[in-house]
Each structure stands twice: as C-alpha cells, then as structure tokens.
C-alpha cells in the first residue's frame, strides 16, 4: 500500500472523509447549475435544434403539461450540471480510493480515468452530431399523411438525455475492457474467441436501448464493436495482473496435488492386494504354508458327501 498508515485510522475518520468529498462534488455541481439556469432556454432551444430544423412547414414543439415550459429547461439545466460535473466527481472518488491501491494500479487508473471522461463525452457529441439528425430525420418523414409532428418538450427531453447516456455508456467499452483483462478476469485470446457474441450482443443492445429503428440500433451497435476492437488493441499494452498469474499457478499446483495423490493411492492399492493376511493363510488361501493337520481337517467326510439325506450319524454303542 502507499500509505500503510490507513489501516490504523478508525471508520468515522473514512467517513468524514467521504463526507467533505460528497459536500465539495454537491457544490461544484450547484455552481454549475447556477450558471446553466440562467441560459436554461437557450440551451433547451441548443438542444431541439436538430429536430426543429427537420419539422414541416408550421409545426413546432408544444407543451402538453402546464409547468412543462418551466420544468423542462430547469431539468436540463440540472443534467447538464451533473453531466460537466463528472470530472470533479472522479476527481473526488479518485482522491478517495487512490490511497488504498498500488503504485502499478495508481499508474493504470489515472490514463484510464481521463479516458473515460473524455469518451462519455466524445459518445455525447456523437450522438448529437450524427444520431440525432438521421433518427429524427428518419421519424419526421415515416409518419402517415396528413399527421403532423408536434412533440412535446418534456418527451423530447427524456428522449434525447436516454440517448446521450446510452451513447456516452456504449463509448466507455475500451475502458472495461481494459480494466476486464488488467483485473485477470478474461484475456484478450478469451476475448476474441467471444467476439461473435459480442457482435451480437451490441445490436441486441442497441435494439433495447435506442428507439425501434434500425438506423438508430445500428449507429449505436456498430460503434460499440468497434470500440470493444479499440478495447482489445489497448488490452495488450496494459498486460494482466498478478492475481491471474497466482491463480494459474494455484491452478496448476492444485493439479499436481490432485496427480500425486491419484498415484499415492494406486500405490497404497496394490500393496494392500500384494500383503497376505494370517487369516487368509488360517482360511486356506495360502495352500503353500499350511499344515497336514489342517488339510486333514478341510477334508471332507465321505460318508456324508455320499448320502446326504442320511441324517447326523449314530454314535458307534462299542
């Protein structure tokens, strides 16, 4: 550990800890939301963009509920604070579990930290940039004639922020993969003998998670596998850890034991086959060393082998 003095703190002294690093994330986020509230309807007018350039002539957003026209920007004010708030709160669950880990996994974790931030970000704007267009473009023009799109802004809220965690989820497959191999819980040749039913299961995925379409099942599928490719290639240079290594040997050792201990007991079965007993040389198995008394006595007696339905015989009167 690189600090052994953890082990002597007592748990109030972790859970205040924990407690001034939950106030500090709970506080950047504040500062965040109050600087989005303000552009609250700017940013949701930001947001709707690639709809609202895609509808007929004449129609527009509309709200269904009366405080939706208040509540849908408040909450997107409000995810988007937690959203730009996630570094800070890495940072912070970092800074928490960062002294109960080894230098080689202090090493691996920060590049894999950063990473991942910077690819929930990167699946955002992937989404926004190339989903959104083709899926609403594709939703806008399937409809019957002579209906006339008109979503609401809280559907199309939830909507949109389903897709951007979707999306920033399914971007974070090179990191847990990497953190899979580094952890010794599969390698990369395990990996790759799965890599059909990986395939499979990113447009299985994609098919629950994005509406039912298959544009928008296929633009979240195939960035999935790719980036479980990417996953694999990164694999490599991270390499596997020692508890795989220890349960390989552990593994082996425990065959060899298994192996011994098989061998140890045919051993001890044929000796005990080899060992004659004094018994068995009493009840006759051993013809080589019995006496002439009692080969007399195993003999049997002529007169009742020829008539056996004689009965016992008479005692002799002389």
């Keep these: 550990m690189s600090d052994p003095s953890l082990n002597d703190q007592p748990l109030i002294v972790h859970l205040i800890e924990l407690r001034d ?8 986020i504040l500062l965040f939301f109050l600087a989005f509230i303000a552009f609250a309807n700017d940013l ?24 939706s026209p208040f509540l849908a920007p408040f ?14 709160i890495l940072y912070q ?11 080689k996994e202090k090493k691996i974790a920060g590049p894999l930290l950063i990473s991942s931030i910077f690819l929930f970000y990167a699946g955002m704007a992937f989404a926004y940039y190339a989903v ?3 899926v609403f473009g594709f939703f806008t023009t399937i409809g019957p004639t002579g209906v006339t799109v008109m979503t609401d802004i809280d559907a199309y809220l939830s909507f949109v922020l ?26 990369p ?8 039913y990986v395939f499979i299961g990113c447009f299985v995925v994609g098919m629950l998670i994005t509406p039912p379409d298959v544009i928008s099942q296929t633009l979240l599928a195939v960035p999935m596998w790719l980036l479980f490719e990417a996953g694999l290639l990164g694999a490599r240079f991270v390499g596997t850890s020692q508890a795989s290594y220890s349960t390989e040997n552990s593994e082996e050792a425990s065959e060899s034991g298994t192996t011994t201990q098989i061998r140890n007991e045919a051993l001890d079965e044929e000796e005990e086959n080899d060992h004659t007993d004094v018994f068995d040389i009493m009840r006759g198995k051993d013809k080589s ?19 056996p339905t004689a009965g016992p015989r008479k005692p002799d009167p002389s």
Excluded: H
């Design 21 to 28: 690093r939950l106030i500090r994330i709970l506080v950047v």
């Design 93 to 103: 669950a970092w800074g928490f579990i960062a002294p109960g880990l080894y230098a």
């Design 75 to 88: 909450k997107l004010a409000l995810y988007l604070s937690v959203y730009c708030g996630a570094p800070m």
């Design 162 to 187: 389903k897709l951007f965690l979707a999306f920033g989820l399914a971007f974070e497959i090179p990191v847990a993969t990497m953190l899979l191999v580094k952890a010794g819980i599969a390698s």
């Design 289 to 307: 060393n019995d006496s002439p008394i009692l080969e007399e006595l195993d003999e049997p007696d002529p007169s009742e082998d020829s008539n």
């Design 189 to 196: 040749e395990s990996l790759k003998q799965k890599r059909p």
């Design 44 to 67: 949701y007018a930001y947001l709707a963009e690639p709809l609202q350039s895609l509808l007929p002539e004449g129609a527009s957003m509309i709200a269904t509920q009366v405080a």
């Design 132 to 134: 959104f267009p083709l």
